[in-house]
């Protein structure tokens, strides 16, 4: 397929792999933070991180949506669709999240709670537009890629005058995040970070302009990479020399869908219907500032929060599970007891062994099968 | 969530949609969120909205960036072997 096939080339990346290696200063190691789920996914897949020296680390990050979402905001939603009776529209990653009680929004379906999955919020408002006695509710999730659309629908839903729709809005903000993770560099237990690959697709949204008073500020390297192989392996490069020069400044691999201003249309929509929060509870980072939105009061009505009342209490997650080590960096899926044993993709302990963009799904898909097939001894 | 690759624009529809095709299956998505979209054009679409277009000339930049990079001639490639 056009634009896909080209950027995982094999040879090309064994080219970058010698260049990388060339680059590095072995006297040095380079920690590297891919925020991004999207890039968790394609170096598990593609297995990029054999491909690098050793003195270059690839640490990941929280971008992975349905990994950042906190049990409550699970328990939120379980609470609308038993409690209220509405239909709750979903994403597919979110299904099979755990929440409390030993509930995820699956078990509570078929539990007979009206859950429904859809693959775009489109499809939320054309529920609620084929069951005008019920109401309809639309759990949006996600970083800068899925808010424009949730945007959009409900300016759509004003202009249709739908009075049986509302959106559970989680959205969240990736450049706070990134702030907040240099912010909790002097924890004890974090990993020096030396510099970021940053988001694809959020930034397509964004724009690469949005990350300079950050690289400003903590002076660390960003470079903005697509989610191809040679995409991530090119940023890598460009990261080390950087490094090596000392520099810190915002790059960008993917001028082919990022511009410094990102996309003006999707970012004004978002401005129309969204405000900022004052704080947001995330999974494995807590409470951070500034870094998710909610609707603007002029939706109200649009707006399951104000229209359920809908409270949010936080829980913590399962005694076992180290996805909040994970999501901040300072820990690997494998440094968990319980990764690939009691907690797999079929079983989830954990929200990051849910989504394929999930660091411990990713591993157990691809990694463990590395492992099998290099050292069998490990394994036994 | 995050994992949508380029789709071909293969025909506008009414009401801000439009007909893609990825590897061989074909979708409507909205077109709401982006200027000025022409059959042709690559679209970057997320959760059935598309969210940006992709930049050919910049794409093929890219890739010739990497073939140097790797010291590759995209016209005789293999050197490594
Ligand atoms: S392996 Fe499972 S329990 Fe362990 S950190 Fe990952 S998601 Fe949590």
Known sequence: MKYIDEFRDGELARGLAKAIAAAVNPAREYRLMEFCGGHTHAISRYGLQDLLPSNVRLIHGPGCPVC?????????AI??????????????D????PASNGLSLLKAKAQGADIRMVYSCDDALRIAQDNPQREVVFFAIGFETTTPPTAAIILQAQRLQLSNFSVLCNHVLTPAAMVHIMESQN??????????????????????????????????????AGFEPLDVMQAILMLIRQINDGRAEVENEFTRAVTREGNRKAQGLCEQVFELRETFDWRGLGEVPLSALKIRSEFARFDAEVRY??????VPDHKACECAAILRGHKRPADCKVFGTVCTPDHPLGACMVSSEGACA????????????VAPVDEA | MCLAIPAR??????????????????????????????????LIVHVGFAIGKLDPVEAEETLALFAQMAKIDPANPAPYQ
Do not use: M, N, W
């Open chain 2, 9 to 42: 624009v293969t025909e506008l529809l009414d009401g801000d949609r439009a007909r893609i095709e990825l590897g061989g299956v074909h979708k409507d998505v909205s077109i709401a969120l982006v200027e000025e979209v022409a059959v042709g054009d690559y």
């Open chain 1, 68 to 76: 950042v979402l906190p049990i409550g905001r699970i328990d939120s």
């Open chain 1, 79 to 92: 609470a609308l669709a038993t409690q209220h009776d509405v239909i709750l529209c979903t994403y597919a």
């Open chain 1, 309 to 314: 009342q809908v409270g949010y209490a936080q």
């Open chain 1, 187 to 224: 924890d004890p237990a974090a990993v020096a970070i030396d510099g970021f690959v940053g988001p694809a697709h959020v930034s397509t949204v964004i724009g690469s302009g949005q990350y300079e008073g950050f690289v400003a500020r903590y002076q660390r390297p960003v470079v903005i």
């Open chain 1, 94 to 97: 979110t299904l099979r999240v």
């Open chain 1, 362 to 373: 990713a591993h157990y898909t691809y990694g463990r099968f590395r492992v099998e097939v």
